[in-house]
């Protein structure tokens, strides 16, 4: 994980660029609200092929789980504020509670969906490795086997680089007796999508 303090206008003027463009031209996916509190809002590809996003945080929110990305990424607070923690496992020794052990699922997705299947094996205890908050102008970047909880306050919103896919399936921390799940992505309509977009230029111009 790495994290930068430096403010460049260099990055904003890229973000505003982004979205620019992104409003001149049909959306190539739909926007989703994402379970974990979030408008998802993809915008295009770099030159060096990330994908770029959106995260728009309306309300406060945390993610639900502790979890993993199939990629490795790059967020740049763009508004708000926000506290990334991160977490090593160690393994649920016998006689703890159960409250503090969880089980590994794995996180799939086809777009639309999304499903968690345990993935089995002993039982294991997130240990924090390190906290941080970060607010307009700063980034952090993580690699895809981080396993990192965020959560935002009100009116954050980052830009995301996302490297290309590097694992089939994320990895997600669920409670000991959870099991397998699929849930639906809710879409958000492209008008929508476009004045959230114009809401955040309207912010960091």
Not at 105 to 128: I, K, M, N, Q, R
Not at 156 to 166: C, G, L, N, P, S
Request: hydrophobic share 40%.
């Amino acid at each position: 994980m790495k994290y930068e303090r430096l403010r460049t206008d260099d990055d904003f003027a890229q973000a505003r660029f982004v979205m620019q463009a992104a409003l001149s031209q049909s959306a190539q996916a739909p926007a989703i609200r994402h379970p974990n509190g979030f408008t998802k809002i993809p915008l295009s590809a770099s030159a060096d092929k990330r994908r770029l996003f959106l995260h728009v945080w309306e309300n406060p929110a945390s993610d639900s789980q502790i979890h993993d990305h199939r990629w490795g990424f790059t967020s740049i607070v763009l508004a708000g504020h926000l506290v990334n923690t991160t977490y090593n496992l160690e393994p649920c020794v016998s006689g703890m509670s159960d409250m503090r052990g969880a089980h590994i699922a794995t996180y799939s997705s086809d777009g639309a969906t999304f499903a968690l299947e345990p993935a089995g094996g002993s039982a294991v205890v997130p240990v924090v490795r390190a906290r941080v908050t970060l607010s307009r102008g700063e980034q952090y970047s993580q690699e895809p086997t981080e396993l990192h909880r965020v959560a935002a306050a009100a009116g954050t919103v980052t830009f995301v680089a996302r490297d290309r896919h590097v694992k089939p399936v994320a990895r997600v921390l669920i409670a000991r007796d959870g099991g397998p799940s699929r849930e639906d992505f809710t879409r958000v309509a492209p008008a929508e999508r476009d004045a959230l977009i114009r809401s955040v230029l309207q912010q960091i111009t």
